[in-house]
């Protein structure tokens, strides 16, 4: 016979009640500034367009539509890599030569026209696609009714979709106004909060396993465990 543990026992008592109180925000749903949403939609399609006539319109456009003909795709970042560090000999970014990858980090590094141009119009696409179009697609009467889950993951860790309302911009302050824009009190005189437990599970595991260079790494600034383990993986040093 299996053997129940106690933790067992509290663990799914803890996913039962989780999931009563998540279906009840379900059901309650969050409001949405309509006009707002339709209007910022359509004006950023616009934006996108503008932008791209832009980049089209530049030398570094005419390099890449020459070497790549009609496989010119402007939204390949491997492509743009090879425009901007191979044809067009830009100092590659110490993040791109170790990674070899043209991701968002990369390119803020490049101090160029033509690559702010792009990184402004790819973040005003991902807005679109992953945000905005998925709030409008979900609004039923001024209200969005995201779906929590928390029998379909084995991380221990709610998800959500339809849309993904834990899943919030931050790093781009201009993006993540715009999309919180979207999001309104239900009542008048009411207010919206927002709380972010930043590395919740690291630190509640520590309190329970006391590791010393786990705590070092939560209480020091100085230090980074995702630093450290990335010098281990690629092997590019001693770790400090």
């Known amino acids: 016979m299996k053997k129940i543990f106690p933790a067992s ?3 799914y008592k803890l996913f039962h009640e989780g999931t009563l109180a998540l279906s009840r925000v379900e059901r309650a749903g ?3 500034d309509e006009k707002y949403i339709h209007k910022t939609i359509k004006s950023t399609e616009n934006r996108i367009k503008e932008l791209s006539k832009e980049l089209k319109s530049g030398k570094e456009y005419h390099i890449w539509k020459r070497k790549y003909g009609e496989r010119t795709k402007l939204g390949s970042r491997e492509q743009l890599g090879n425009i901007l560090f191979q044809e067009m000999g830009i100092e590659q970014p110490e993040r791109y030569s170790l990674m070899g990858s043209t991701d968002a980090e990369v390119l803020e590094d490049v101090d160029l026209p033509f690559v702010r141009t792009y990184m402004e119009m790819a973040k005003l696409e991902k807005l679109l696609s992953t945000y905005f179009y998925g709030i409008r697609a979900e609004l039923v009467s001024g209200y969005i009714h995201p779906s929590y889950n928390l029998n379909t993951i084995i ?9 993904n309302f834990q899943n919030q911009p931050n790093r781009d302050a201009k993006m993540a106004a715009m999309l919180r824009r979207c999001y309104i009190p239900r009542k008048k005189n009411w207010r919206l909060g927002e709380f972010d437990f930043s590395g919740i599970e690291v630190r509640i595991a520590a309190c329970y396993h006391k590791d010393p260079a786990m705590i070092k790494y939560i209480i020091d600034p100085t230090t980074d465990m995702h630093r450290d383990m990335a010098i281990q993986c690629f092997m590019l040093g001693k770790i400090v």
């Open 155 to 163: 991380t221990y860790r709610s998800s959500c979709s339809e849309p």
């Open 30 to 32: 969050v409001k949405v």
């Open 9 to 11: 026992k509290e663990a």
